[in-house]
């Protein structure tokens, strides 16, 4: 999967957070602290990744469905739908509760806004459901914090066709994501994805 990752090494992330906290002191704006929190994840050596630009990049199903999905790191299963040009990722049927009014993310959903020219032409009403990957122990944030977290994947199929090579993410600001972690499942771990349904 090509995470459509933003190039910039962790001295270069330095560099730029000292020149921004110097110069903008007492005159920061909310852009600035998307900024910051951009580069001070690159500090820590994470990739940021711009998450509309990453599920463009990833292509759409002949459904006109995203061939990236992402959700909530506590979820077992994912369904995405289409709302006026928007992708709604939820981890429940988004019809049943009507969850996602406009917010970005909120408990259970994510809005990821698809420019109209990156839009595939038959994407109105769409609407899927798959299977989640599971964080493996050695990436797994501990149970406390996980809420914090999203998987990101790409998705074969709308269907509940377990998944090959997730990465968990979180969220910084605006568009950007750090990546903290990226893993292909094995033939097992999806053997058992498959029971679930």
């Known amino acids: ?10 001295e270069e992330a330095t560099a730029k957070l000292d020149e921004y906290r110097k110069l903008i002191a007492s005159e920061r704006t909310a852009e600035d602290d998307r900024i910051m929190a951009g580069y001070r994840a690159a500090r820590r050596g994470l990739q940021v990744i711009d998450l509309p630009k990453t599920i463009v990049a990833g292509g759409w199903h002949d459904s006109g469905m995203p061939k990236i999905a ?6 077992t299963s994912a369904w995405c739908h289409w709302d006026s040009g928007d992708l709604v990722f939820a981890d429940t049927d988004w019809w049943l509760n009507q969850i996602n009014r406009g917010a970005r993310i909120n408990e259970h959903s994510l809005r990821v ?3 109209g020219d990156d839009r595939p ?7 899927g459901r798959t299977i989640v990957p599971p964080i493996p122990p050695r990436f797994r944030p501990r149970l406390n914090r996980l809420h914090r977290f999203h998987i990101l994947w790409e998705v074969e199929n709308w269907t509940p066709v377990p998944p090959r090579d997730p990465a968990l993410i979180r969220y910084i600001r605006g568009d950007l994501w750090a990546v903290h972690a990226v893993w292909d499942l094995t033939e097992l771990e999806r053997a058992v994805l498959s029971a679930r349904n």
């Open 113 to 115: 806004s698809v420019p």
């Open 121 to 127: 032409s038959h994407s109105y009403g769409q609407s």
């Open 70 to 75: 992402v959700v909530r790191a506590t979820a």
């Open 1 to 10: 999967m090509d995470l459509n990752t933003i190039l910039i090494s962790p």
